[in-house]
């Protein structure tokens, strides 16, 4: 038989019929194998995780909160503000790096075992399919057969569980967002409440169903950015889902009776096709579509098992070990990556060390100098800053060091509580006769709870008399 020609596989996407320009729907086969059972454990974890996470609470706060809309994140316990951005950013730069490096060392590792998409797709969503339209085949029967019963029950059932996870989903995605207690509040109480709240949900339940039930390989083709990426992070050394086409060519169908001289160890079978959620041929090479889910793994193990060969046709491994036999080497590429990292991460780790539980900054209010004051002294204008970064609330005390001047502020005794921010104006008298140049360099001290916390230097303007 005459081997099929697919070196143009790059000039085509998979789930596309080129004939009538529509998407060609993907019905892979569900096959069991050790990386189908490790991933079903690894993704309990994380469901579990996921679910539970809004729920978890650090000295009765939120473990975790992502509260855009205030501008509060809360992450592993620790509370961020507004005036955090810098950390927030800085933060989110090391783990765009530190992805960079891991993609280049693992390729989409992430993908196949992490991603939400993946983790719901083909563990929650497709499973629910599989259960109760059948296997691929009779998917695909029921799509092209006739309106029935039977398909009107199937498709009803489907898609009502498909909406209902939807809906788990997107409460659990809303918590994470407002926080528990705001989501029991626009669950248990009357919705011409909450309506904003409620409408919420209804979008994105919306969302997470049509990315599930429509959307599907689509978002992991088209619409991820991670994975439109992979063509810039991807080399020869990366350890990706590889098939080793040394081992493997010249493929050829098994026939009794004949001699396997010549031949690769892939019997062109097409399992691996059958299996894979983004309907590619990985024999063609490491391409953008595939989302490292180890589903053609399994399947040519159980091919290589059954014609008893050795396990691994298709296995974690990069192009360089498949064609010169090497180990993993870490190449310049990946060096550089992990020192800008480990520079990123640490700048980061340090400005979180150093970050303080009061935030105080003292500006000279815009558009004032000094005023003379009726009894000789000279005053100068300020606006005082304070942001609480901490759960519980503080006493804060403000006081003068390097210029013998009063401070004069609305309340000595300043309450501020946990995770609030407060301006206030401040104003500092000087005697004339202490006033010795035009610009005198003091400090603001800014104490909580009696523990100094800030430190600003600023200067005070007056006149110099002789
Ligand atoms: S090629 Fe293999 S690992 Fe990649 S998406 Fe398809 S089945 Fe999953
Ligand atoms: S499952 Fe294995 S043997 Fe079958 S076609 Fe794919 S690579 Fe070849």
Redesign the pocket.
Known sequence: MAKKDTSDFREHLSNLNERTGKRTWIY?KIISGRFYRYRSWFSAFLLALLFVGPWLRWKGHPLFLFDVLERKFIIAGLPFFPQDFYLLALGLLSFIVFIMLFTSIFGRLWC?WVCPQTVFMEMVFRRIENWIEGNAAAQKKLDEGPLNAEKVWKKTAKHTLFWLISFLIANTFLAYIIGSDALMKIITEPVSQHRAGFVSILIFTSVFYLVFAKLRELVCIIICPYGRLQGVLLDQNSVV?AYDHQRGEPRGRLVKGQTESGKGDCVDCGL?VE????G?D?RNGT?L?????????D?CDSVMEKIHKPLGL?RYASEQQIVSKKTFSYTNRMKAYTVFFVLLFGVFSTLLALRKDLQASVLRTPGTTFVREQDGKVANFFLLKLTNKTFHDMNVRVALEGIPASIQMLDDHIRIKGGEHQSMPVIVHLKQADIKENTTPFQVVVYADNKEMNRVKLFFNGPVFD
Do not use: D
């Open positions: 892979p196949g889902v691996c299996v894979c959620p983004t590619i990985i391409q579509e595939c989302v490292a889910c180890t589903a053609c793994m399947a298709i």
